[in-house]
């Protein structure tokens, strides 16, 4: 074990492989009491790089969770760390996704429009 | 060689160091003798009981027990009670009470029961319902038995903190009726009370069936955007802003008494952050639950949904409260 070459490992103690694949592959979106507020699957464009979701009407949007699922490897960046402030509807947040071998970076846009009465 | 030796000795050693002491069966002690638990969990809030169950025994050829007491450090409410029964289980797991003595008697601070049959081993209850004055501050007890032959035993347990929350059961709300809800009364006021209490209406309970959007069951603040106030005019005066969180799995158990054991205490409120939460929760379902801030920052609550009835436009709630300044 000890004669291996040490594989080589990013600035957040992450493997770095030889993956080259960068998407997002599945979105949720939680709200403050940990229960989704989306009412139908999000839409991802992984060519556009955008992830359409809407969420209830009466949705409290300054207080939500997002969870991103990404393809295997992959990172994303900003990391989530707690509730996210997604009343800001005219300035859709933006998170990007960082491919296993750390060369590929694509920047998805989150846009959430809010269910109608 | 030297070192087989040594090791020789070594195993020798080991095997005369595993030998065990021959057992005896204890010797009871020839003397009265108490031991006490405490049976209830969670925070101690006013109006609930704090239970201890106290153990007292003596051989009989001693004497009996003549009597049982405890001293709390600060009076409990006058339902507060020492069992004067002594149970068991019988076969149909039922407990049966058999009467060792005179119902309790409550003196200041102390509850007393004197033994009217012989007794030598019995295991009391004891029931002490926290009194309001007593909120924010440590009670502690004071077992002691005596028995005939002169001896006497004590046994002291706490301190317990009395917790600064206000709790009330099981109010009804129902939408256009009992809906005006008051966090400094904790109470539910109809449209008729309202102008009285104008000032202390915290939230507003609704019920809609809006077609292609989830409202049902709903709790507004009366400043809230009249969005969320659908077909709905307020009496005047109504115009508090309180700040609300919708809460999911949080079944308090002073609050749901269902099988959770969950409690919400002192700290909760104290550590609660509701910097930037809404002033509207909306689709609430049955054991749902709400945070509450009101527009004074002077209480902060915990609103749970005992039941909702979407037929009946009317739902159960329930609520503990903390008092910031």
């Not at chain 2, 049976?39 to 001693?62: C, D, H, Q, S």
């Not at chain 2, 004067?84 to 003595?101: A, K, L, M, P």
């Not at chain 2, 009194?131 to 301190?159: D, L």
């Not at chain 2, 009370?193 to 000032?199: L, S």
């Amino acid at each position: 074990m000890g004669c291996r070459k040490e594989a080589p490992i990013d600035e957040d103690g992450l493997l770095i492989t030889t993956r080259a694949e960068c998407y997002v592959s599945n979105f949720e979106l939680l709200g403050a009491d940990f229960q989704t507020v989306r009412t139908k699957n999000a839409v991802i464009d992984t060519i556009a790089c955008t992830v359409d979701v809407t969420v209830f009407y009466g949705t409290d949007l300054k207080h939500l969770y997002p969870q991103f699922t990404l393809v295997t490897d992959a990172k994303l960046d900003p990391k989530i760390t707690g509730f996210t402030d997604f009343s800001d509807l005219a300035n859709p947040r933006t998170y990007s996704v960082i491919s296993g071998n750390r060369q590929v970076r694509k920047t998805y846009k989150v846009n959430v429009t809010v269910q109608p009465r | 060689m030297k070192s087989y030796i040594m090791s020789l000795l070594g195993l020798c050693l080991l095997v005369t160091a595993c030998k065990d002491k021959e057992y005896a069966i204890p010797e009871a002690k020839n003397e009265l003798q108490n031991d006490c638990i405490k049976r209830t969990l969670g925070p101690n809030v006013a109006g609930l009981n704090i239970e201890f169950a106290y153990a007292i025994a003596l051989p009989a050829a001693k004497g009996k027990i003549v009597s049982a007491q405890v001293e709390a450090s600060i009076a409990g409410e006058a339902t507060t009670y020492l069992e004067h029964r002594s149970y068991y289980t019988n076969g149909s797991g039922e407990d049966v009470g058999i009467q060792i003595g005179d119902p309790a008697v409550n003196e200041g601070n102390t509850t007393k029961v004197n033994f009217t049959k012989d007794t030598n081993a019995v295991t009391l209850r004891y029931f002490y319902v926290i009194p309001k004055s007593a909120q924010g501050k440590e009670v502690r007890f004071t077992f002691s038995a005596k028995s005939s032959n002169g001896e006497t035993v004590s046994y002291a347990m706490g301190p317990y903190k009395i917790s600064k929350m206000d709790m009330v059961l099981d109010l009804p709300v129902k939408n256009a009726e009992a809906s005006f809800i008051s966090v400094a009364d904790m109470a539910v006021y109809t449209e008729k009370d309202v102008p009285a209490n104008a000032d202390k209406i915290d939230l507003v309970y609704l019920y809609r069936a809006i077609t292609g959007i989830s409202f049902n069951h709903a709790l507004v603040s009366p400043g809230a955007n009249a969005e969320y106030l659908p077909d709905i005019t307020l009496p005047p005066g109504l115009n508090r802003v309180t700040k609300v969180r919708k809460t999911w799995n949080l079944r308090d158990f002073h609050l749901a008494r269902l099988q959770y054991g969950i409690y919400i205490d002192d700290l909760d409120f104290e550590q609660l952050d509701m910097t930037g939460s809404p002033d509207y929760v909306i689709n609430l379902k049955s054991e749902a639950g709400a945070w509450v801030e009101t527009a004074d920052g002077r209480y902060r609550a915990y609103i749970y949904m005992n039941k909702v009835e979407d037929s009946k436009k009317s739902a159960t709630i329930s609520m503990k409260r903390y008092t910031l300044k």
